[in-house]
């Protein structure tokens, strides 16, 4: 991972210094270590404010994330798993990355497909074969 740059796409990179990082003791692995040190992380990206991110791009992201977003825009991502403060930070960001790219992703339209006509005419002789054998169970009216 390029150390100034967080590349989201092939075309869109977060510089490192847009994102704040905060630390924190973690409730997590570590043991008696686990009261000394500050592992916790903390990721938090101005949505609202980057300059890195187009107004359309923004738009989606305020969109797709509105669930993990502050009042004023900021999306925040905790790690606290891993006893280290680096390895948390690298899974933070990592998390901050998918997120953003599953935010921007844009889905295919789907093509509607024709319907083949040996699959309609099973499907009506599956009809007819249903029809005949609940009329089969009809009552017989007799002389």
Known sequence: ???????????????????EFRFSRSGGPGGQHVNRSATRVELR?????????SEEQRQRVLERLAGRL???GV??????????????????VER????????LHIPRRRRRTGLPAWAKERRLA??????????DRRRVEGP
């Open 1 to 19: 991972m390029n150390e100034e740059l967080v590349w989201i796409t092939g075309q869109l990179a977060i510089p490192l210094a847009e994102l």
């Open 45 to 53: 990206f101005d949505v609202a404010r980057s300059p890195s991110l």
């Open 70 to 72: 502050d009042s004023e």
């Open 75 to 92: 999306l925040r991502v905790v790690a606290e798993s891993e006893r280290s403060q680096w390895r948390n930070r690298q899974e933070a």
């Open 96 to 103: 901050f990355r998918m997120l953003l790219r599953q935010a």
């Open 126 to 135: 599956e009809k007819r074969r249903r029809s005949e054998i609940k009329r």
